[in-house]
C-alpha cells in the first residue's frame, strides 16, 4: 500500500485487511482533526441519535469504533455502557484516551468473532460499512453478538450499498431480524468540502428476533 498522507480518498481504496491495519495505524493519532472536523463528520451523532430514539439501550457494542466519535456522541446522550470493537489496535488506543468505553475488541468483523460477549442490547456502526471496509457479510458476525430483541443502527454508505447486495443480504435474514427501516442519511455537514461532501449513507433499523 501507498505511504502517502492518509485520506478518505485511500481509505476507500484499500484491498485487504492488512491495508486497513496500516492505514489506520498511520492516520489514528491525526484522525479526528485530519477527517472527522475537517470534513465535518456528523453521522456519528445522527446514528447514535437514532439509537437512542428507536429505545436502545447499554450494554451497547460500537461496531468499526475507531477512534471513539460514536461513544463520544452516544456518551453525550447518556447511553452506556458501551463497549468498542474496531480492526485497528492503534484507532482503539485513541479511543481509550477519551475515557468513554467499558471494553476494548480488536477484532476483524468479515470473520468469525470469539473473544466479545454476546449479550449486547445495541449494537452500531458508522464508518464500517462503506468502500474499501466491510461488505454485507459481516452482519452475519456480528448477530450472535446480540441479545433477542437487541436494537441494530447501521450506517451504510449508500453507493457501496448498491455495489454489494446489501438489499439481498437483508431479504436472505428475513426472519432472523425484524424488517429493517432504511432511510438516507447525511454523512458530512454543511461545512464539509471536497470530492465526498454530498455523499450519503443508509441507516438501517431492525431488531434482532
Known amino acids: 500500500m501507498s505511504k502517502k498522507k492518509p485520506s478518505l480518498e485511500s481509505a476507500y481504496s484499500l484491498k485487504t485487511v492488512q491495508d486497513n491495519r496500516e492505514l489506520y495505524a498511520a492516520w ?46 452516544l456518551a453525550k446522550l447518556g447511553v452506556k455502557p458501551i463497549d468498542a470493537m474496531d480492526l485497528s489496535s492503534a484507532m482503539l488506543d485513541m479511543a481509550k484516551k477519551k475515557g468513554i468505553y467499558r471494553n476494548f475488541f480488536a477484532a476483524d468483523i468479515t470473520q468469525p468473532i470469539e473473544a466479545v460477549g454476546k449479550n449486547y442490547q445495541g449494537i452500531i456502526s458508522c464508518g464500517t460499512f462503506t468502500h ?18 437487541a436494537y441494530f443502527v447501521l450506517a451504510i454508505n449508500k453507493t457501496h450499498w448498491a455495489e454489494k447486495g446489501f438489499s439481498e443480504k437483508f431479504e436472505a435474514l428475513a426472519g432472523s431480524i425484524s424488517r429493517p427501516v432504511m432511510r438516507d442519511i447525511e454523512i458530512y455537514g454543511k461545512n464539509s468540502k471536497g470530492n465526498h461532501s454530498k455523499d450519503l449513507g443508509i441507516s438501517v433499523i431492525f431488531q434482532k428476533l
Request: glycine share 18%; net charge negative.
Open 28 to 73: 489514528a493519532e491525526n484522525y479526528d482533526q485530519d477527517f472527522a472536523s475537517e470534513m465535518d463528520y456528523i453521522l456519528p451523532d445522527r446514528v447514535a441519535q437514532i439509537l437512542l430514539d428507536v429505545g436502545g439501550k447499554g450494554p451497547i457494542l460500537d461496531v468499526g469504533a475507531g477512534t471513539g466519535l460514536v461513544g463520544h456522541a
Open 132 to 149: 474499501g471496509h466491510v461488505g454485507p457479510g459481516g452482519i452475519d458476525h456480528l448477530l450472535p453478538l446480540a441479545r433477542t430483541g
